[in-house]
Structure formats: structure tokens, C-alpha cells
T-cell receptor, first 114, second 111 residues
Framework: DAEITQSPRHKITETGRQVTLACHQT?????MFWYRQDLGHGLRLIHY???????NKGEVSDGYSVSRSNTEDLPLTLESAASSQTSVYFC?????????????FGPGTRLTVL | ELKVEQNPLFLSMQEGKNYTIYCNYS?????LYWYRQDPGKSLESLFV?????AVKQEGRLMASLDTKARLSTLHITAAVHDLSATYFC???????????FGSGTRLLVRP
């Protein structure tokens, strides 16, 4: 069955370190998204991609970067982790040709920055 | 810019009762999504509403969309404990694959 996976599921790091969160989907979806979820803020879009070599900034992109070298993966990098980036991170994907444009979510990564 | 507001943000209800969660959005959105999230888990798609007047039902949940009023509702019928979760609605801006999420409604169904 097609799925979307994230790794690691839990990560503790220190302020100033570079951290990369992995997202891998086997839906063969063109569109991939990274969100962060914090209490009181719902889900906020960090970066998104509509295909290989395409990346775009979302509403809270400062301090984050992504790259898309293939269809399946969209890793999210925190260049220099800050305590404000402690959050739960969700990756999602959707098929551009689907009428529904429904997004499917990964299991999430809980990141703690000390 | 599309903004999505849900209310209430928290809802405590007794088993067997009916209630409605409201989702208002600020500008044109050609479709509306409802997701469910259990504590500590990911988001699960419940409904996709594609047009004005669309109504979808699954078990005790029924979602509807009124694009003229820019309103979607999620109606809960005869609530049971298993429905306790956080429910999110999300809108899509025209010609975009991005979704804009509401803040979520945390539903607690009490015995």
C-alpha cells in the first residue's frame, strides 16, 4: 500500500545545530508539504513543492529550507535550530491530477530544541 | 488571502447529544476539507466537499458546504466517546494545491 513516512519520529537537539527531517512518500504524488503544529496555531505551512526541483516558501519559512531532487522525498532542514522551532512537524502529499486534491499526512516528527 | 475560522475551539458534549462545528472562510474557496486528529496522532481525511450544496455523511458525522455563505458545517449526531478528537477544516485557494487550516475544534464526548 502507498504511504507517507517521516523520520525520525522523535528528535532532541541543541540550539544552533543543523537538523534534517525526512519525508518519503510512495503515492507518486507531485505535491509535497511541510507543516508545523503548535498549540493554539493549528497547522502552519512551512515549505511546499509541486514537483522535482520546485520549492516554495509557506507562511513560516524563516529558518527552514527544503530541496526536491526526486518525486518521493522532501527533506526539511533547520539550518540552525532555535528553541522556537520546538514543535511537531507533519509532512503531507497530494496528487495534482486528483480532482479532490486531498492531502495525506505522515505520522509526524516531534522535535525538541534545547 | 484565505483565512479559515472554526468555532467553537473546544466542545464538551454528552454522549447521545447532537452538535455542530462551524467553519467560516474569508474568500472564495472552491473546496473544503475536514480532517480528524486523535491525540498524539496524525491527521486523517474525513470529507472533501467539492461544490456548493455538497453534503457527505460517514456514520455519525455529516459535513456540508455553502459556498455563498462561505460556511461549512460538521454535524455530529448522537455523539459517542469514540468521536472524541480534534477536527480541522481546511480551505483551498483557487488554482492552488495549498490548504489553509482552521485552528481546530477539540471535541470531548463525555459518558
Amino acid at each position: 500500500d502507498a504511504e507517507i513516512t517521516q523520520s525520525p519520529r522523535h528528535k532532541i537537539t541543541e540550539t544552533g545545530r543543523q537538523v534534517t527531517l525526512a519525508c518519503h512518500q510512495t503515492w507518486n504524488h507531485n505535491n509535497m508539504f511541510w507543516y508545523r503544529q503548535d498549540l493554539g496555531h493549528g497547522l502552519r505551512l512551512i515549505h511546499y513543492s509541486y514537483g522535482v526541483q520546485d520549492t516554495n516558501k509557506g507562511e513560516v519559512s524563516d529558518g527552514y529550507s527544503v530541496s526536491r531532487s526526486n518525486t518521493e522525498d522532501l527533506p526539511l532542514t533547520l539550518e540552525s535550530a532555535a528553541s522556537s522551532q520546538t514543535s511537531v512537524y507533519f509532512c503531507a502529499s497530494s496528487g495534482g491530477t486528483s480532482l479532490n486534491n486531498e492531502q495525506f499526512f505522515g505520522p509526524g516528527t516531534r522535535l525538541t530544541v534545547l | 488571502e484565505l483565512k479559515v475560522e472554526q468555532n467553537p475551539l473546544f466542545l464538551s458534549m454528552q454522549e447521545g447529544k447532537n452538535y455542530t462545528i462551524y467553519c467560516n472562510y474569508s474568500t472564495t474557496s472552491d473546496r473544503l476539507y475536514w480532517y480528524r486528529q486523535d491525540p498524539g496522532k496524525s491527521l486523517e481525511s474525513l470529507f472533501v466537499l467539492l461544490s456548493n450544496g455538497a453534503v457527505k455523511q460517514e456514520g455519525r458525522l455529516m459535513a456540508s458546504l455553502d459556498t455563498k455563505a462561505r460556511l461549512s458545517t460538521l454535524h455530529i449526531t448522537a455523539a459517542v466517546h469514540d468521536l472524541s478528537a480534534t477536527y480541522f477544516c481546511a480551505g483551498r485557494m483557487d488554482s492552488s494545491y495549498k490548504l489553509i487550516f482552521g485552528s481546530g475544534t477539540r471535541l470531548l464526548v463525555r459518558p
